[in-house]
Nanobody
Framework: QVQLVESGGGLVQPGGSLRLSCVLS????????AGWYRQAPGKQRELVAA???????NYGNSVEGRFTISRDNTKNTVYLQMNSLKPEDTAVYYC??????????WGQGTQVTVSS
């Protein structure tokens, strides 16, 4: 059974930084795509960033240049470094894993609030 546990969310002022972490249990992490999505109140869930098993990355337009996704296969962990945070980054952030077999898994979400 695959479980995803996020941490690192919280309240930060505009212009500040946060680092999210997601630990993924199970044995399929190394061959899976890992990603972060977010959902703000009244909005659809959107892709923030994703990283393939080989390390290639892609980002949502609104976070390009400010956020960085990375992974540590030895720790089954994916990270999201968020810099220059804006109030519009406020959302619940979800960790996601997509296996090579097409199975998709989600974390429980962690709240990020950007406010002065």
């Amino acid at each position: 059974q695959v479980q995803l546990v996020e941490s690192g969310g919280g309240l930060v002022q505009p212009g500040g930084s946060l680092r999210l972490s997601c630990v993924l249990s199970g044995t399929i992490f190394r061959t899976s795509r890992a990603g972060w999505y977010r959902q703000a109140p009244g909005k659809q869930r959107e892709l923030v960033a994703a990283i393939a098993s080989g390390g290639s990355t892609n980002y949502g337009n609104s976070v390009e240049g400010r956020f960085t996704i990375s992974r540590d296969n030895t720790k089954n962990t994916v990270y999201l470094q968020m810099n220059s945070l804006k109030p519009e980054d406020t959302a619940v952030y979800y960790c996601n894993q997509l296996s090579i077999y097409g199975n998709e898994y989600w974390g429980q979400g962690t709240q990020v609030t950007v406010s002065s």
